[in-house]
């Protein structure tokens, strides 16, 4: 019998920069763009005072490795342990990295961070990057497809950390230069020791920024576990005991059928979608209505009788007119609606927590409700990745009824960002931060990364 996980090792193990057409190559860097910039927004935002704690508390760097640097206004030396985990919850702060909506996870938050520690303890150039960049995304989207929607919709399980362990094995193995058999292995011990729960969701607590940490760590750890020799099981994913029976849904969906299909000729990281809301993505559709209501009727929060947002289950969850912090605020339809009829954005922390204890915005919570619809619902179940579609209606105070469908958000593969709007939105990531003074040169290293033997730069003003 030939285990997936072998065809999965081989082609991670086999793929060169020379066998990448140029779309995934310029994809591959626009991942590594967004997720810097999520980075340094994070690093200065209001929870990096618990980051840089955690940080100063945490490991050494490891023996034979070269120090890591942690992004910072000094050069600060570590382990990559530390440097990876504060990394990848810097990247998840502003609640705008990238993800896959086949797999509904996001795997730049933590594959990102690990990609630039692994460049920098291996000393490994820009091709080596985008090269094995590109094979983590085919690992993480493929699992994903496999289990969901269903492992994250009736189960609480997050690819984030659940593929993202396995995507974070190869990820590292690659970077380290190991061969297929170690690959093979590291990705097994992975998948072993995977998960990631979504319960931090119903009360905004801090497990959503630790999720892509923890499984780029236990991916670092299998790889090295693998290169001292250790085994993972060749039935990993697909065993009695593996992967896919731990992660199917409650209802029994999994399609293990297509994982190694076109591997090496389609590559899911073209697919990748780029975040314009700083909220649960899930809401992403909606508000891309709210915001066209707000343009074209320059719409204010006095002309709103009422806000209706008619969707699935699925989006129906996340109606929260009373959230508790402003985590949870980001995941509530009705606070995130308010926040973009008022400002027509939604797009920072500094938003949400200006807006979190606004009288005006509560007054205008009010006045929007939620409402599952059977025409939506019926939608979704003949487009199930479409998870994010809603139908918004709005009635003036005037008497007039708008409305606007909705059934994918801008920035996903039908609708993607270019370079101009990546290169905005990573400009007002890192506005008031000290990387801003040269983020054209940050942009354009990132941009030309194929040319570059070495990112330390990216970490020192």
């Known amino acids: ?232 099981p060749e039935a990993a994913l697909e065993g009695r005991y593996g992967f896919f029976q731990a992660f199917t849904g409650t209802s029994g969906h999994c399609d293990m059928s297509h994982v190694l299909d076109d591997l090496g000729k389609e590559f899911k990281i073209t697919s990748i979608y780029f975040k314009r809301h700083a909220c649960q993505r899930g809401l992403h559709a909606t508000l891309d209505a709210v915001m066209d209501l707000k343009e074209s009727l320059n719409l204010t929060p006095e002309m709103v009788r009422s806000l209706d947002i008619r969707t699935s289950s699925f989006v129906f969850r996340l109606s929260n007119p009373e959230p508790k912090t402003p985590v949870g605020a980001q995941a509530s339809a009705q606070f995130t609606s308010a926040v973009t009829i008022k400002y027509g954005r939604m797009d920072s922390e500094e938003l949400v927590l200006k807006s979190f204890d606004d009288p005006e915005i509560r007054e205008l919570v009010g006045k929007i409700t939620v409402t599952k619809d059977e025409s939506v619902q019926q939608y979704l179940a003949e487009n199930p990745t479409h998870f994010c579609a809603a139908r918004v209606v709005l009635e003036t105070t005037e008497g007039q009824v708008h409305e606007r469908w909705a059934p994918v958000p801008l920035g996903d593969v039908e609708t993607p960002f270019g370079w101009d709007m990546l290169r905005t939105k990573y400009m007002h990531l890192i506005a008031g931060t000290p990387c801003e003074q040269t983020a054209d040169r940050r942009f354009e290293l990132i941009r030309g990364l194929e040319k570059e033997t070495s990112i330390d730069s990216l970490f020192t003003l």
């Open 1 to 232: 019998m030939s285990y997936l996980i072998y065809g999965l090792a081989d082609y991670v193990a086999g793929l060169r920069y020379e066998d990448l057409p140029e779309e995934a190559v310029e994809r591959a860097k626009q991942v590594i763009l967004d997720s810097y910039g999520n980075m340094v927004f994070g690093r200065y935002c209001e929870a990096s005072e618990r980051i840089m704690k955690y940080a100063q508390i945490a490991d050494a760097p490891v023996k034979g490795e070269a120090p890591a640097s942690l992004l910072g206004t000094e050069p600060v030396f570590t382990g990559s342990d530390t440097a990876v985990f504060t990394h990848t919850m810097m990247a998840r702060c502003a609640d705008l990295d990238d993800g896959y909506r086949h797999a509904m996870g996001h795997p730049g938050s933590g594959l990102v961070p690990l990609l630039l520690t692994m460049a920098q303890i291996y000393g490994r150039n820009g091709r080596d990057m985008i090269t094995a960049i590109t094979a983590a995304y085919d690992v993480y989207a493929r699992l994903g497809e496999a289990i969901n929607p269903f492992m994250y919709r009736e189960r609480g399980f997050d690819a984030t950390g659940v593929c993202g362990a396995v995507a974070a094995a190869a990820l590292a193995a690659k970077m380290r230069g190991a061969d297929a058999g170690q690959i093979k292995d590291a990705m097994g011990l992975a998948s072993l020791f995977t998960g990631g729960l979504i319960e931090y969701q119903n009360d905004g607590t801090s497990g959503k920024i630790m999720c892509g940490g923890w499984g780029a760590l236990t991916g670092m750890r299998a790889s090295r576990l693998a290169a001292c020799g250790f085994t993972g």
